[in-house]
């Protein structure tokens, strides 16, 4: 019985050492070991048998062995994959910043092709005030009433004028003249010919244009000024009842006051330079005359003056000439 018992016992041994073996060569081949999977099986068996280790020790020392031999091979895998991970990643940026350099280089094309088209649309601003300076000739003809008698000029002189129209029609006038004076009626001292004497006048308007375009300006003015004449004769020998022979010199002083109205038509022959005339009557409200006679013998000298005052009558001033628009 004895030896019975010893045979059945040697053979159990022996199948469970055999089913032992088997499970970690499945074991190795699902974890990919590189190493053959008989010889842990076969150390395994001649570790277990001379020793007769349970089961349990025999189970736990394949586990140690099984372990070791796949955690490489799971190591090797996640490296793997982290390494092409860490490839592909660099890719994505290095083609972003290119797609992101030209989105901002379009974008901004886009904003300078804004900037031009804005600035070329831009409408152009019409000036609310235009601005002229003329310079002419004038040929202003007075008749003033001084008492009873008329006293007619014939005046020539040279023109400045500024004009300002405003968008809305509103416009200024202001110019100044100046020149010469003639006439033939100053009786107090009589004589042969005209006297020449000189001439100046001041004169301010305001009014409308009724045409107000870059290449036509019509314009009415009312018309305010002051207008100034003056006239000396050269010494000559006269035999004075009282004195004597002396020698006589005369002068006169002619101030008169005008109200009126003006007409003014500029045409342009380019954008700055153009052509104007104008033509404007006005009424005498007021003139002074001052006359004086020196008589002057050796170092003696008699001055005499008369004053007079009065309105009327009436004063007619054409101008022609060149106006600029700035």
Known sequence: MKKIFGLALACCSTLFAQGVAQVPA??????KAPVPVTTPAVDSVKAIAPAATPVAAVVSDTAKVAVPAAAPAVDSAAVAVVDTTKAVEPVKPAEALPAADTAKVSEVAVDSAKTVDSTEAEPVKTKRWNHYIGAGLSIPFDQYGIGNKKVNLINYGVNASYMGVCRCGFATKLSITSGI???GNIEFYPSDGWQT????AVEFGAGYSFVNSPKVTFSMFAVVGVEYAVFVTEEKSFKHKELGRVDRSY?????ALTLGGDFMARFALSNHVG???SV???????VDSDASVKYKKGDFSRLEVNHDDD???FS????????WKF
């Open 280 to 286: 404007g009557g006005r009424w005498v409200a007021e």
């Open 311 to 313: 309105m009327g009558n």
């Open 316 to 323: 007619i001033v054409p101008t022609v000439g060149v106006m």
């Open 26 to 31: 499945v074991k190795v081949d699902s974890a």
């Open 197 to 200: 004497g000189t001439y100046s």
């Open 181 to 183: 004076a003639t006439t």
């Open 251 to 255: 002068s006169e002083s002619l101030t």
């Open 275 to 277: 052509l104007f005339a």
